[in-house]
C-alpha cells in the first residue's frame, strides 16, 4: 500500500474518484470516499492477489504484478506476466503462465515487467499529467528489484 495514498477526486484521473488505489470506475457500489484501508485490503487481496494467483510467484515478482494491477488493473498486469515470460497474453493465469514465470531468473522477469508497465503508460493519454509520477514509482520498483536479487 506504500505507492497508494489516500482519497483523491482528480478530474483527469480516468479512475475517477480513488482511495488506497480502488477507483470508483472499477468498483462503483462501494463509497469510495470511506473506504477504510482494511476494506481497500479486503479488495486487494481476492480481486488482485488472490485472482492473479500472485502466490504462485517468488515473492519479488509478486511484488510487482501485485504493485501493477493495483495501478494498471489485473488484466493488464496479468498480460504484463505473460509477455515478460514469453507466453501468449490473453490476461489469465493459467499453468502455461505459472510454468513459464519459473522458469526465468527472477532478475530478468523483474526487469522485463517494469519495461512493460514504462511501455504501457508512454502510450496512455494521460502520460503528459502522470508519467512523472509513474517513472518515479518505476524507479522506486527497480530499486525495490536490486534489493530482491
Given at each position: 500500500m506504500g505507492h497508494e495514498g489516500g482519497y483523491s477526486n482528480d478530474p483527469e484521473d480516468p479512475g475517477g474518484e480513488t482511495n488506497w488505489g480502488i477507483s470508483k470506475r472499477s468498483y462503483p457500489a462501494v463509497d469510495i470516499k470511506a473506504l477504510t484501508r482494511n476494506g481497500a485490503k479486503a479488495i486487494y487481496l481476492s480481486d488482485f492477489w488472490c485472482r492473479g494467483k500472485m502466490d504462485e510467484f517468488d515473492d519479488a515478482i509478486a511484488f510487482q504484478a501485485f504493485d501493477n494491477a493495483v495501478n494498471m488493473g489485473i488484466e493488464t498486469s496479468i498480460r504484463m506476466v505473460q509477455r515478460a515470460a514469453g507466453v501468449a497474453d490473453d490476461g489469465h493465469i493459467?499453468?502455461?503462465?505459472?510454468?513459464?514465470?519459473?522458469?526465468?531468473?527472477?532478475?530478468?522477469?523483474?526487469?522485463l515487467l517494469i519495461a512493460e508497465e514504462l511501455e504501457y503508460r508512454c502510450k496512455l493519454s494521460t502520460w503528459s499529467s502522470y508519467g512523472k509520477g509513474w517513472t518515479l514509482r518505476a524507479a522506486k520498483n527497480l530499486r525495490y528489484a536490486a534489493q530482491d536479487s
Amino acid at each position: 500500500m506504500g505507492h497508494e495514498g489516500g482519497y483523491s477526486n482528480d478530474p483527469e484521473d480516468p479512475g475517477g474518484e480513488t482511495n488506497w488505489g480502488i477507483s470508483k470506475r472499477s468498483y462503483p457500489a462501494v463509497d469510495i470516499k470511506a473506504l477504510t484501508r482494511n476494506g481497500a485490503k479486503a479488495i486487494y487481496l481476492s480481486d488482485f492477489w488472490c485472482r492473479g494467483k500472485m502466490d504462485e510467484f517468488d515473492d519479488a515478482i509478486a511484488f510487482q504484478a501485485f504493485d501493477n494491477a493495483v495501478n494498471m488493473g489485473i488484466e493488464t498486469s496479468i498480460r504484463m506476466v505473460q509477455r515478460a515470460a514469453g507466453v501468449a497474453d490473453d490476461g489469465h493465469i493459467g499453468p502455461l503462465t505459472i510454468a513459464a514465470v519459473k522458469t526465468q531468473k527472477i532478475t530478468d522477469m523483474l526487469l522485463l515487467l517494469i519495461a512493460e508497465e514504462l511501455e504501457y503508460r508512454c502510450k496512455l493519454s494521460t502520460w503528459s499529467s502522470y508519467g512523472k509520477g509513474w517513472t518515479l514509482r518505476a524507479a522506486k520498483n527497480l530499486r525495490y528489484a536490486a534489493q530482491d536479487s
